[in-house]
């Protein structure tokens, strides 16, 4: 069962767009799906209307009133039409009997399943279990769906990451045992396998600390069309998870985990005291998830993130999608 990938939602604002007949610039809101931007046909809505709002990685069963999506794989992703973000798919509402259900969650109703990136052959390897449910998942909301915590950051001290596009890979050492694990699973020890690569290139196994599982991105030659132009596989940490004490590690203490480990970390684009009154919808979002990697291809995005854990052992934190990135 899905849920979070498609909402009933309200048209809020209609604007034009400059030498478009056919097409306006939609504002939406989704009740808890958040607050997006889309493109819509202009003979499709009027101001208060309800419709369908898929969001970024919804994975859309092909159907014909929405064949313009099978260029994605029919999947959601956000991208432009004459200069203007469109970071959802606004569908129109058949079904008359869900005029009354704005921001209801009908991911399962409509059949949408979440996209998640392809495993490359070089880092599949054998299951050895599920992954531990001793570590949490990484899974980044986007700034959309979340303003509440834009509001809780406020005031606090951040800093704001590079996304790196690639496979989230986890090392951990507890009680003495090592384990490494892709997204989904714990796996058996592989010397040819690309997440054991990394574990091996740097000796976790040795090195990493008791009590602590480590989080990264493995990118490289082969992974996700590696969009950072990398002679050879690496990792990228991103975050770091004490174990027995059930919290993260907060941005002093990842730094200095990455130094003892000789890790690199995504690299830091910026930190400071959050000022949630400049991170609007109206107010430039592009400016904060716009950038490049250092080999000048567009990155994929930024996580912004609180230097401290704020809440149930766990810093505030949400991503922020470069609508200009494109990994196809």
Partial sequence: MNSGLAYIGKIIKLEPIKDADFILSATVICGAGGKWQGVVRKRDFSLNDLGVVYLPDALISPRDDMKFLEKNGWRVKMQRFKGVRSEVVIMPLVNVSLLNFLGEDVTDLF??????????????????GQFP????????????????????????QYYISQKCDGSST????????????????????DENNGYWKIAIK????????????IQWETCGPKVQSNPM?????????????????????????????????KMKM?????????DATKFTGGLDVDAWA????????????????SQWNEEDGKPISFKVINIDYDNT
């Fill in 290 to 305: 716009k950038g490049k990697y250092e080999n000048g291809k567009e990155h994929e995005g930024v996580v912004v993130r």
């Fill in 229 to 261: 132009g990398l002679k050879e596989l690496d990792g990228f940490v991103f975050s770091a998870y004490n174990i027995h004490k059930h919290c993260y590690l907060q941005y002093h203490e990842l730094l200095a985990l990455c130094k003892l480990i």
């Fill in 133 to 156: 449910g001793f570590i949490p998942k990484t899974d980044e909301p986007n700034w959309q769906t979340v303003p509440e915590l834009i509001d809780k950051l406020h005031g606090k």
């Fill in 266 to 274: 995504v690299n830091t684009l910026g930190v400071g005291k959050f």
């Fill in 111 to 128: 059949g949408v399943e979440k996209y998640t990136k392809p495993v490359p052959l070089n880092m599949q390897g054998i299951a050895k």
């Fill in 170 to 189: 986890t090392a951990y050492k507890r009680y003495g045992q090592f384990g490494i694990c892709s997204r989904n699973w714990e796996l058996e020890k």
């Fill in 202 to 213: 740097y000796d976790l196994e040795k090195n990493l600390p008791e009590g602590v599982a």
